[in-house]
């Protein structure tokens, strides 16, 4: 059994079918064939493709430079501290801020949110990257989206701090993260010409469906469509004759709410906009840093997405973009992160999230 390549073995025959990745592997095969002494490693992000050439004993590596290499620890955001008086808490309510001294906190993270508690009493802060203070954090109400935990409240104060013009928020599913980023998006509509949407257009499981008819508008709503049914939700606040609901029927006609097809993102600048990319996880490092790059001016980018919900063999929760921005971009002034964990979706889709 000798391959197209001059290989011994045929990667062809072995798996049954021609294929282009057979052909690489057959070609790394060949050079180990002719040089013994050299060490072949393939390297590869398609994970089948390096399965594949494990199985016929070729060592076969991901990417090393853009892998995380602690995803246990990536960077949350939050911490929770347990004082000893109360003393602290106090004076966070009414001085509005205290020094991270206070609270013994020794090197503390630009724009890190903090849950302070001491017997009963407890407090929201977040440290400034401007004054370096930790600073009171008010739970605040987004266009009838109303925060239902500290996670929440927190991601929606990133969300609405004109200061950080880039947040990440991450979290499993139903734990609100795509709603809080479009209703503080829309509270914040008066400080930006238009909301920009995207999603990565990635099928469930990476299973292609096949070509969709249309423009490239009706090739895209099917998978924009978790977007509009947060949207949904937003309106329903509402009576369908109020002022609200009306506000943002109008602007869904005049554009000021809009989907960006990712794929036409390159060579554009982006101003005065805010821009929210959910599903961020199926994003590249690369393609992350390509839609950051496009920012003009007084314009904020909300990345949201589930690092181990992924539907593209190319990336894993280690090698996505998400992580990847998480992991470098924390304590920047100009950037917050809020790692979401308790779901609030519905009770059957927290039990999927823990047990299945």
Do not use: C
Not at 190 to 195: L, S
Not at 320 to 347: C, F, I, P, Q, T
Request: proline share 4%; no cysteine.
């Amino acid at each position: 059994m000798v391959s197209d390549t001059g290989s011994k073995t045929d990667a062809n025959e072995v798996f049954g079918s021609n294929k282009n990745d057979h052909r690489i592997i057959n070609t790394a095969l060949k050079i180990r064939e002719d040089d013994p002494s050299r060490k072949v490693v393939l390297v590869s992000k398609d994970i089948n493709l390096r399965l594949k050439a494990r199985a016929l004993m070729l060592d076969a590596e991901d990417y090393e430079t853009i892998r995380i290499k602690d995803i246990e620890h990536l960077y949350k955001g939050k911490s929770e501290f347990k004082l000893k008086s109360s003393a602290p808490i106090d004076k966070l309510y009414s001085e509005g801020r205290v020094s991270p001294e206070e609270i013994g906190e020794k090197d503390p993270v630009l724009n890190h949110y903090y849950i302070l508690k001491h017997a009963s009493a407890s407090a929201l802060g977040f440290y400034s990257a401007h004054s370096r203070m930790i600073e009171l954090v008010h739970p605040a109400t987004a266009y009838g989206i109303k925060p239902r935990n500290a996670e929440q409240t927190f991601a929606l104060h990133a969300i609405m701090t004109p200061e950080i013009e880039l947040a990440t928020i991450t979290g499993a599913a139903g734990t609100g993260k795509t709603l809080l980023a479009l209703a503080g998006a829309i509270e914040m509509r008066k400080q930006y010409r238009q909301i920009y949407l995207a999603r990565p257009i990635v099928p469930l499981s990476n299973r292609d469906l096949g070509f969709l008819p249309g423009d490239i508008k009706s090739k895209i709503d099917p998978y924009m469509q978790p977007l509009w049914d947060n949207l949904s939700i937003i309106k329903n606040q509402y009576s369908e004759t109020s002022k609200q609901y009306q506000k943002l029927n109008e602007m869904v006609l005049q554009e000021k709410l809009t989907i960006v097809p990712l794929a036409y993102i390159r060579g554009r600048s982006l101003n005065n906009v805010i821009f929210i990319i959910d599903e961020a996880q199926n994003l590249t490092p690369h393609e992350i840093k390509t839609i950051i790059t496009r920012a003009g001016d007084q314009t904020k980018i909300i990345f949201t997405g589930d690092i181990f919900q992924i539907d593209t063999p190319y990336l894993d929760a280690q090698s996505n973009g998400l992580s990847y921005l998480v992991d470098k971009l924390h304590n920047n002034e100009m950037y917050a992160h809020v790692n979401l964990e308790k779901g609030e979706r519905s009770k059957l889709a927290n039990l999927a999230s823990k047990l299945l």
